[in-house]
Nanobody, 114 residues
Framework: QLVESGGGLVQAGGSLRLSCKAP???????????LEWYRQAPGKQREMVAG???????NYADSVKGRFTISRDNGKRTLYLQMNSLKPEDTGVYYC???????WGQGTQVTVSS
């Protein structure tokens, strides 16, 4: 039910904005669920990057604090991840995750060149 987009190739220091849409999810369900962004670099385990609760409280991995911002637009059933000051180590496949439903999107590739 989750569809990510917005990935691509960017130079270090650049920005990207990822989106995760849930077009078939009932609005009340989307609004009430906590959502997260994860990423998986080649050869590494999937790690949580940022999370946002239904009440819009946010948390971030230490590696992205001050550079990434997670947000949500419940009316559009969309989760966002604004990524600034990107580094080569941010490279990976980014996934959105619905914690309550344990539902994952298919992922979107982010590649940061040095």
């Amino acid at each position: 039910q989750l569809v990510e987009s917005g990935g691509g190739l960017v130079q270090a220091g650049g920005s990207l904005r990822l989106s995760c849409k849930a077009p078939r999810m009932i609005l009340s369900t989307f609004s009430g669920n906590d959502l997260e962004w994860y990423r998986q670099a080649p050869g590494k385990q999937r790690e949580m990057v940022a999370g946002i609760t239904s009440g819009r409280a946010t948390n971030y991995a230490d590696s992205v604090k001050g550079r990434f911002t997670i947000s949500r637009d419940n009316g559009k059933r969309t989760l966002y991840l604004q990524m600034n000051s990107l580094k080569p180590e941010d490279t990976g496949v980014y996934y959105c995750h619905d914690r309550a439903l344990n539902d994952w999107g298919q992922g979107t590739q982010v590649t940061v060149s040095s």
